[in-house]
């Protein structure tokens, strides 16, 4: 996959199907169903960032804002033929740009641990 074109397009709603194909993809990190269901759910209502490469939707990125001035990385995935291509990266720096045009001042990223 050299020279990969990614576009990053904004979603306001509706991203759930694409949320589900890749986490799909990705069951070391996201195993369980239950759980895939509620960032479907968060991925249907907040606006999303879709990255599209090869003429298909390859990642996505939820944020979700808690108040006016801060904002969470609910959760993000790319499919796995598509890792370390930068495509995460670009679609952080792209929430990161539109959030704080938009008055964020603080984003977090939460993690789980088995530890």
């Given amino acids: 996959m050299t020279n990969l074109t990614v576009r990053l397009r904004d979603e306001p709603s509706g991203s759930g199907p694409t949320c589900r194909q890749v986490l799909g993809a990705l069951p070391g990190w996201f195993g369980i169903e239950q759980s895939v269901d509620g960032y479907v759910a968060v991925a249907d209502r907040p606006p999303t960032v879709i990255a599209s490469a090869d003429g298909r939707d390859v990642g996505f ?6 108040s006016p001035s801060a904002a969470e990385i609910h959760v ?10 930068g495509i995460g990266k670009q679609m952080l720096e792209h929430a ?8 964020v001042e603080l984003l977090q990223v939460k993690t789980l641990s088995a530890a």
């Fill in 96 to 103: 990161e740009r539109s959030l704080v045009a938009d008055g």
């Fill in 76 to 85: 993000m995935g790319v499919l796995p033929e598509f890792h370390r291509h």
């Fill in 61 to 66: 990125l939820t944020a979700v804002r808690h």
